[in-house]
């Protein structure tokens, strides 16, 4: 079955140090997805992205993070001056055509992304 | 504020019985909601979806009941077995963004 890879699986990083996590979407889909999920709590929707662009994010997705495709396999989260507070799971995810009824969508095994 | 919900963090089932997760939302305009299975450590894994213009889907072992009237959906399974032990998550999916619940544990009891 094809699936979402990620890496790293877990990253420890200083508090202020920037951080990129990657994804390598399933092969033919071409919506890209990035969910976190701090320990113990629900999984959050981060950003969706089509063409190249961002389609939607949410209000936790602001200045500090960014997202790119730079080649025609990956698709990266890069998380600037990290926080305490940004330690949490990191979910990439992808769906094609956009995630509706019956286009399911698939979620990587997640990075765990430790700030210290 | 929260638009999808549950109503009970953990679930303990007898191996072999039936569970019963449920789930509440409040957004009326909500017409695609999705159950999603997450092991401790990985990612959700998709289990089972249903639109509003139905109230009932079947799957292998599970079932998704969706109530409109009261907005709120359930997923059912059979025959639970260890496998099952983990976190289900309801979710909605409106344009291209879903919106988790908190979660129930399954726990279950060989």
């Known amino acids: 079955e094809p699936e979402v890879t990620q890496t790293p699986s877990h990253q420890v990083t200083q508090m202020g140090q920037e951080v990129i996590l990657r994804c390598v979407p399933i092969?033919?889909?071409?919506?890209f997805y990035w969910y976190r999920q701090i320990l113990g709590q629900k999984v959050e929707f981060l950003v969706s992205?089509?063409?190249?662009?961002?389609?939607?994010k949410s209000e936790i997705f602001d200045d500090q993070f960014s997202v790119e495709r730079p080649d025609g396999s990956n698709f990266t989260l890069k998380i600037r001056s990290t926080k305490l507070e940004d330690s949490a799971m990191y979910f990439c995810a992808s769906s094609s055509p956009p995630h509706t009824y019956g286009n399911t969508i698939y979620f990587g095994e997640g990075s765990w992304l430790t700030v210290v | 504020g929260e638009s999808v919900g549950l109503h009970l963090p953990t679930l303990s089932v007898q191996e072999g019985d039936n569970s019963i997760i449920n789930c509440a939302y409040s957004n009326s305009a909500s017409d695609y909601f999705i159950w999603y299975k997450q092991e401790s450590g990985k990612g959700p894994q998709f289990i089972i979806d249903?639109?509003?213009?139905?109230d009932k889907r079947q799957g292998q072992r599970v079932t998704v009941l969706l109530n409109k009237t009261v907005k709120h959906l359930s997923l059912q399974i059979a025959a639970t077995q260890p496998g099952d032990s983990a976190v289900y998550f309801c979710?909605?999916?409106?344009?291209?963004?879903?919106?988790f619940g908190t979660g129930t544990k399954l726990q279950v009891i060989p």
């Open positions: 092969s033919n889909h071409l919506y």
């Open positions: 249903i639109r509003s213009n139905m």
């Open positions: 979710a909605e999916n409106m344009d291209q963004k879903v919106t």
């Open positions: 992205f089509y063409n190249n662009e961002i389609s939607e």
